[in-house]
């Protein structure tokens, strides 16, 4: 199978709402090469990046934490501890905004082309 380095969507804005955004799933891609969030809101604003393996319940129990990050007003920051992560089958990359409709991510990555 040949590899794509591909942009997975050009913005979804995060919930903040337990568990969170699934923003990227294995059949998306396997290789996340880059995630960034931006902030549209007039405070700082926080985002939480986890992973839920294949089979687990999309509760913060059964979850393995990436990073959180703050993200000032106006601003873009990198999710620099999603980068190079790798999906198994079944895996979804979540993110948790601490305020509705006002974080955005970006994401792209490797997926394996059918």
Request: overall charge negative.
């Amino acid at each position: 199978m040949a590899s794509q380095l591909c942009r997975l969507f050009n913005s979804l804005v995060l919930a903040s709402a337990t568990p969170g955004t699934p923003v990227v799933t294995a059949t998306d891609f396997r290789f996340i090469g880059h995630v960034s969030v931006y902030n549209a809101d007039t405070v700082t604003r926080t985002v939480t990046a986890y992973v839920v393996r294949a089979g687990q319940a999309a509760s913060l129990d059964a979850v393995e934490l990436v990073e959180i990050v703050s993200i000032a007003p106006g601003k873009t920051e990198d999710l620099e501890h999603t980068e190079r992560h790798v999906l198994e089958p079944g895996d979804m990359l979540y993110l948790r905004a601490s305020a509705d409709g006002v974080l955005t991510a970006h994401a792209s990555g490797l997926r394996n082309d059918p």
